[in-house]
C-alpha cells in the first residue's frame, strides 16, 4: 500500500509571497486531501531551475556566464518567459577538470519552510499527519539546459550529483525523516527521451533513457527508506506550454515502469501530466501497461481552465484504464495568478471528493 495516501498532489510551485502564506492557503484548501505539502517554492525557485542559475552556477569561481536572459524593458532579467527566448548559459572555464558546489541552496530554503509548516500544523491550520514536501530537480534537468558541450556537461553532472547527496544529507537532518517527502522533477530527461536528445547543437554522450535511469537510481540511494519519494514526469510549463506535446501517456509510463524495477528503495508515486484536450481513450490508454507495483499514481488532469467539469471527463476516461489515482495540476502553477488560486484549489477538492477511495 503506497505511503501517499491522499487523492491530491500539488506539484510544487504555488504563487505567494511568502511560505507561510502559501502554506496557510493550501492548508485551508486541500489540506485534508494530500499526504504532503509544498512550500510554494516562492521566491527564485518558481521558475524552477532558474533558482540554479542565479544562486549557484552565476558567479561560481569556476564557470564563465556567457549569456543571461534578456532585457525586459530596459530593466535585467534573471528566467527566461518562453522557450525560444534566450536564457542562461554556462561554461567550465579553461584549465579546470573538477567543479564543486558546496550547496545548490534547496535544503536552505527548506529548512526556513519547514519552520513555518510546523508552527502552522500545531496551529490546526494544516491537518495533523501532513507532511513536508520538497521538490528537487533531477540531474539533467539541473544542468543541461545551461551548457554548451558534451564536456561541461559531464564535468557538471559529477558536481550536480556531489552536491545533490549533501543537500539530502542536510534536508534529513533539518527535517525528520518521517515527515518530509522527497519529489523528483524530471522535466529535461523526458524531453531528453521524447528527442531523442535533438535538443540543439550538442548532445551528451550516451542514450538519454538509460541517462535518466542512472540519474534516479543514483540519488534515490540518498534518500532514507523511510522518507516517502516519488517522480513528476513534465513535459515543460514555460509559458504554459509544453516543449514537446505527448501524444498518449505511453512514455512516461515506460519511464515509471523502468524506475520502478530499476530503483533499489520504493517509490511511493508517479505524477504524469494530462493536457486539457485530451479526455479521449487513446491518451490513456497506454496505462494498462503500468507495472508501479503499490506506488500511488497522480494524473495531472486538473485545469483552471475548464474546471470540474474538464477534470471529470478526463477523469472519467481514465478510469476505463486505471481504477485507482490521485489528481493534480500538469505541473507547478507558481506562474500562475495569485488570485487565481482559491478557485483551483477547489477545483482539486471537488474532484477528488469524487474519486475512489475518496475519504
Not at 8 to 22: F, H, K, M, N, R
Not at 77 to 105: Q, T
Not at 168 to 179: E, G, N, T
Not at 201 to 218: H, I, M
Amino acid at each position: 500500500m503506497s505511503r501517499m495516501s491522499g487523492q491530491v498532489l500539488l506539484v510544487g510551485s504555488i504563487p505567494g509571497d511568502t511560505a507561510e502564506e502559501v502554506l496557510r492557503a493550501c492548508g485551508r484548501g486541500v489540506g485534508e486531501c494530500v499526504t504532503s505539502l509544498p512550500d510554494g517554492e516562492t521566491g527564485y525557485r518558481r521558475m524552477f531551475i532558474h533558482f540554479l542559475a542565479v544562486k549557484t552556477y552565476h558567479g561560481h569561481p569556476v564557470l564563465e556566464t556567457i549569456q543571461q536572459p534578456r532585457q525586459v524593458e530596459g530593466e535585467e532579467s534573471w528566467f527566461s518567459r518562453d522557450y525560444d527566448e534566450e536564457g542562461w548559459l554556462f561554461k567550465v572555464k579553461d584549465g579546470i577538470d573538477a567543479i564543486r558546489f558546496d550547496h545548490l541552496g534547496y535544503a536552505a530554503e527548506a529548512k526556513k519552510s519547514y519552520q513555518d509548516f510546523c508552527t502552522l500544523r500545531d496551529k490546526g491550520a494544516i491537518p495533523s499527519g501532513v507532511k513536508f514536501q520538497v521538490s528537487l530537480p533531477l540531474t539533467e534537468s539541473g544542468i543541461r539546459s545551461f551548457l554548451t558541450s558534451t564536456r561541461d556537461f559531464d564535468l557538471m553532472w559529477i558536481a550536480y550529483e556531489e552536491a545533490m547527496a549533501r543537500e539530502l544529507a542536510a534536508l534529513v537532518d533539518a527535517i525528520p525523516a518521517d515527515d518530509l517527502v522527497i519529489q523528483w522533477d524530471i522535466c529535461v530527461e523526458v524531453f531528453a527521451v521524447a528527442l531523442q536528445d535533438q535538443m540543439g547543437p550538442w548532445q551528451p554522450a550516451g542514450d538519454p533513457f538509460e541517462r535518466y535511469l542512472t540519474a534516479l537510481t543514483t540519488l534515490a540511494t540518498h534518500v532514507p527508506a523511510q522518507v516517502p519519494m516519488g517522480c513528476h514526469l513534465c513535459y515543460g510549463d514555460l509559458g504554459h506550454k509544453h516543449l514537446v506535446e505527448p501524444a498518449d501517456l505511453s512514455l512516461v509510463v515506460r519511464m515509471a515502469n523502468a524506475a520502478h524495477s530499476a530503483v533499489a528503495r520504493p517509490v511511493d508515486f508517479y505524477h504524469m501530466p494530462v493536457p486539457r484536450n485530451r479526455d479521449d481513450a487513446a491518451y490513456f490508454a497506454p496505462l494498462t501497461a503500468l507495472a508501479i507495483g503499490d506506488a500511488k499514481l497522480f494524473l495531472g488532469l486538473i485545469h483552471h481552465t475548464d474546471g470540474v467539469a474538464g477534470a471529470q471527463r478526463r477523469v472519467q476516461t481514465a478510469h476505463q484504464y486505471r481504477s485507482d489515482f490521485g489528481i493534480a495540476t500538469e505541473c507547478g502553477f507558481g506562474r500562475r495568478p495569485a488570485e487565481t488560486i482559491p478557485e483551483l484549489l477547489r477545483i482539486h477538492r471537488e474532484v477528488a471528493s469524487g474519486l475512489s477511495g475518496a475519504a
